[in-house]
């Protein structure tokens, strides 16, 4: 009796092996994964594209990676705001703002954009210079490659550079994290960044910039997804 329950289990192991390996299996497996690449600024909208995927019933790769560094193989790649040159297909699946955002303790409520340039530029260095308390102004920024620091630079900066005394931060998460922790920080997040931090407080929203899907029209899968992603952010 014994040695029979050993040989019930092991070909229904068999029978399992066989099946995950037949061709058949492999193929659906296969066809059904979507490599995604994002972009740090656009990670609010990988929560959208799991649920998309999950109601088409695809897999997702996905991988985080600078705007500028996305690899050309990618089923689709999601990005905040226009590149300079768009050298493959483009969906728009949604727009979401660059907040500027100070610590919630911080010595001012609101500023205007002219007022951020000159405080990014380094033009303002105490918060005491824009009718604040007397603390010194420490800006932190991105790396140029990245797409959200592209988008600030270009709209927001109108093409001036920010000041060498910026700190840099590796991630959104970094860059929330270090202005929610110092009284004379600001930076600068995308507007669903924000409303996942606490700690900070918005003193200028600029205008929405696009969140672009990069895709190429034959692959269906992936075009399915860009689809749900404009339904659900219409």
């Known amino acids: 009796m014994e040695s029979w329950l ?17 061709p058949t299996a492999a193929a659906v497996d296969e066809a059904s994964v979507i490599s995604v690449q994002y972009s740090p600024a656009t990670r609010p909208w990988l929560a959208d594209l799991e649920a998309c995927a999950a109601d088409g019933g695809s897999i ?5 990676r600078a705007a500028g560094l996305f690899d050309p ?8 705001g226009e590149p300079g040159d768009l050298a493959t297909t483009a969906y728009q699946v949604g727009s979401e703002a660059i907040q500027v955002v100070a610590n919630s303790q911080g ?10 340039r000159a405080i990014f530029q380094g033009q303002v260095q105490d918060w005491s210079e824009l009718g604040g308390a007397s603390l010194p102004v420490q ?15 270009a709209a927001i900066m109108q093409g001036m550079p920010v000041s060498s005394l910026s700190r840099l931060a590796t991630s959104p998460e970094a860059m929330a994290a270090a202005v929610a922790a110092d009284p004379a920080a600001i930076g600068f997040l995308s507007a669903r960044m924000v409303e ?13 910039f696009p969140i672009l899907a990069f895709v190429d029209p034959e692959q269906e899968r992936a075009l399915r997804l860009v689809t749900c992603l404009q339904n659900r952010n219409p």
């Open 196 to 208: 996942a931090v606490e700690g900070l407080q918005v003193v200028f929203t600029s205008a929405a």
């Open 107 to 116: 010595p001012l409520e609101n500023l205007t954009q002219e007022e951020v």
């Open 73 to 80: 193989e990618a089923d689709l790649a999601l990005r905040l």
């Open 60 to 64: 997702l790769l996905p991988e985080t």
């Open 139 to 153: 800006v932190w920024v991105y790396s140029p490659g990245e797409d959200i620091q592209q988008a600030f630079t």
């Open 6 to 22: 050993v040989m019930k289990k092991n070909i229904l192991l068999i029978s399992l092996l066989l099946a995950a390996c037949s």
